[in-house]
């Protein structure tokens, strides 16, 4: 788990991550802000920021990530890869084989999906397609960040996805009532952790889904 206290650092510290690894999410960091200049992919108000607002808060989720029975993770509305880029990046030492998949339909975050996959030498797919229009897909993980709503996320993993162990995803203030909304319509195994970068924010694993009956 992240301490709250090291991300008021400028430097990316994380525990028990070797300095290469590290050194790895500084450089994707500054991938991030370069490509910012051309293309939106992070607001431009986080960008002094990036590391607690972005870097941090996408290694957080590992937690949940890290398991024996999780090999694929698949990040819808990909962006800049927030937070799946930064999972690759902590995962490639701990995992031989880890495999990460992005849904991205822009044409230019794909591309750039897909320069940061080459250059950390993720093992990584980058489909640049609407999600929306995707069957019959198997992962291990779906996850996404400030992608679209819990209930679209439901909706998308019960009818886009064939198989699904779990959906991580994170909640802002709101979470606590969204999960009560949505548990009126679909029953799931809830896990949650309160997220280190936002004291009004969760991060929560769902597993076990499926809508209730009438």
Known sequence: MIDSKIIKKDKI?????????????????????????????ISSSTEKSINTRHIYDSAQTIDFIDKNDIKVCTDLGSGAGLPSIVLGILMKP?????????????Y?????????AKKFKLEAKIYQKNIFEEKNLVTDVIICR??????????????????????????????????NEVSKKWKFNLEEMKSVTSEESLVVKISNLKKKNG
């Open 13 to 41: 510290y994380l525990p028990n991550v070797s300095r290469e690894t590290l050194l790895e999410l500084e450089d994707y960091s500054k991938s991030i802000l370069d490509k910012n200049k051309m293309i939106n992919l």
């Open 94 to 106: 701990k995992k031989q084989g880890f495999k990460l998949i992005f849904y991205e339909k822009s």
């Open 108 to 116: 230019h975050k794909s591309s750039f999906l897909k320069e940061m």
């Open 146 to 179: 400030a992608f679209k709503p819990l209930p679209v996320i439901f909706d998308i993993a019960t009818k886009n996805f064939k198989n699904f162990k779990y959906i991580v995803m994170y909640l802002g203030k709101s979470g606590k009532k969204i999960l």
